[in-house]
């Protein structure tokens, strides 16, 4: 019996480590690839922000606007810090994008860990969340907040499913008790800092998840206890009052849509009913493919974009399958994390869907800058299939957890879930096959993206003979060259950037 004990406690320090390491090496792969990839030089959304705020970045007057909250003003901080000791470099701040995607990684492991989430799963997590499907965020340094972002809801939806988790049980020590107020004060907290500091556009999706899970959650404690419980009441509260002060701060915000048609939804139905549908299950696809190496894989094939079309059937068939085992098994009461990540990756393909149908043009759902949002759904896919799987395996030696069995015969229930795991299996494996492959590509191009980006440089360093046309479309930006040329001069006055020599 000793040795079998010693055995184990062998076997789980060998998973902790597991756990901890791979978002490590996950976060320096990603920084490998900018390196192998990137250059340090100016383009596309730069050119704004450089005429928007500097060089005086310590000017309040372009900080204490009516639309603050929508410029996510822990940028404000950075730039300060970028300017002062970096020269303006975008190389720091793609780095900082990939800190902050590794720090959410770490808050995915660490769930996983809690969760003892299996081993062949853990790894497909892994694999999908530091895929490079999203190099067009990793590669442009003005998303580096977005990581920061995302890192952030995280770790509060974690934080409330280990909260919810511990608030059926009715004995907790002083030092739980300790740790659940702690927790609990983070959780009225942490939507302030996150909508107001560093959410921007983003905070939609994440206080709707919010607002709906703790509603639901509201739901299945009045049914236990038959009250409410008005902490969850405050919880929501402290999301919406937030959420209230960025709308009313984005009222005051400018948006401009290049390439916009400017027709209205009905005739754009009118036109082309099948628009929505295509642009959904396309950008369902991304998930499995990226955009670019399907586009390229399609091309090849001269089929048409059936294979795109099946490969989002896949994954919507996944959103489908993940959500009915949530329900049916009632995992939700195990662990409602999951269920909140399947909800926010549904709402980030509906929201992408809302905001950049006025293009017309399906393939949009396709972009990588987008892949950030859509691959939430994905792991709160895989999670949920973990659980189920892990659940299946307790059940068989008789140990499964007494919510999941309850109604419902044993036998049962573990018969359909041969079929069941068959099936999560079957779209698991699509899913990594699909991403490792992006990966794969994305790495092969990437000494090509750096060449892009030398050429860049060049253009940069030579812009006052540069023509217009050349200089608009190499550095991607399509407002205007005389905001271009102001926006170099910045930085050729200031010694910054490709101009500073180092």
């Known amino acids: 019996m000793e040795h079998y004990t010693n055995r184990n406690k062998k076997e789980l320090k060998r998973k902790n480590c597991l756990y901890c390491l791979l978002p490590a090496v996950g976060t320096v792969f990603c920084l490998a690839y900018i390196l192998a990839a990137t250059r340090d030089v100016v383009y596309s959304d730069y050119i704004r922000l450089i005429n928007s705020y500097l060089p005086d970045v310590w000017n309040p007057d372009k900080f204490f606007v009516a639309d603050i909250v929508t410029r996510m003003p822990v940028n404000f901080i950075e730039r300060i810090i970028n300017v002062t000791f970096f020269d303006y470099s975008t190389t720091f701040e793609m780095v900082l994008g ?47 907040c977005h990581f920061l972002a995302f890192a952030g809801f995280y770790y509060h939806y974690v934080l409330w499913d280990r909260v919810w988790k511990r608030q059926e049980k009715k004995l907790m020590t002083l030092e739980k008790r300790k740790q659940d107020q702690r927790e609990r004060r983070l959780l009225m907290l942490l939507p302030w800092l996150i909508i107001l500091g560093t959410a921007g556009p983003y905070c939609g999706a994440y206080a709707a998840v919010l607002i709906l899970t703790y509603g639901f959650c509201l739901l299945i404690e009045w049914k236990r206890t038959k009250q409410a419980d008005r902490r969850i009441l405050c919880y929501m509260g402290n999301v919406l009052a937030p959420m209230c002060l960025y709308l009313v701060s984005s009222s005051f915000a400018v948006s401009e849509h290049a390439g916009a048609t400017g027709r209205s939804i009905s005739q754009v139905m009118g036109d082309n009913f099948m628009l929505f549908p295509k642009f959904i299950l396309k950008s369902l696809s991304s998930m499995v493919v990226g955009s670019e190496p399907m586009l390229d894989f399609l091309a090849k094939l001269d089929k048409g974009m059936a294979l795109c079309y099946l490969a989002g059937a896949v994954v919507l068939a996944g959103y489908g399958l993940a959500l009915w085992m949530q329900m049916k098994r009632k995992l939700y009461r195990v662990s409602v994390f999951p269920l909140m990540l399947l909800l926010w990756g549904g709402l980030n393909h509906l929201l992408v869907l809302a905001a950049r149908w006025i293009f017309e043009n399906s393939d949009y759902g396709m972009s990588s800058r987008y892949a950030l949002q859509y691959q939430v759904g994905i792991l709160g896919m895989l999670l949920t299939f973990a659980l189920v799987w892990k659940l299946r395996r307790e059940g068989r030696r008789s140990t499964a957890k007494p919510e999941i069995r309850q109604k419902t015969g044993r036998s049962a229930v573990w018969s359909v879930s041969r079929l069941e795991m068959a099936a999560a299996i079957v779209i698991s494996a699509v899913i990594l096959c699909g991403n490792v492959y992006t990966t794969c590509k994305e790495v092969e191009k990437a000494p090509n993206r750096r060449q892009y980006a030398a050429e860049v440089e060049q253009v940069l360093l030579n812009y006052r003979e540069t023509d217009d046309e050349v200089l608009e479309k190499q550095l991607q930006y399509h407002k205007g060259t005389d905001k271009i040329r102001r926006a170099l001069q910045i930085l050729e006055e200031q010694n910054w950037n490709v101009y500073g020599g180092n």
């Open 98 to 144: 990939v800190l902050c995607l590794g720090a959410a990684g770490l808050v995915l492991a660490a769930y996983c860990r809690e969760r003892q989430v299996g081993v062949v799963w853990y790894l497909m997590l892994m694999a999908v969340f530091f895929s490079l499907n999203k190099w067009e965020m990793l590669t442009n340094g003005t998303g580096w």
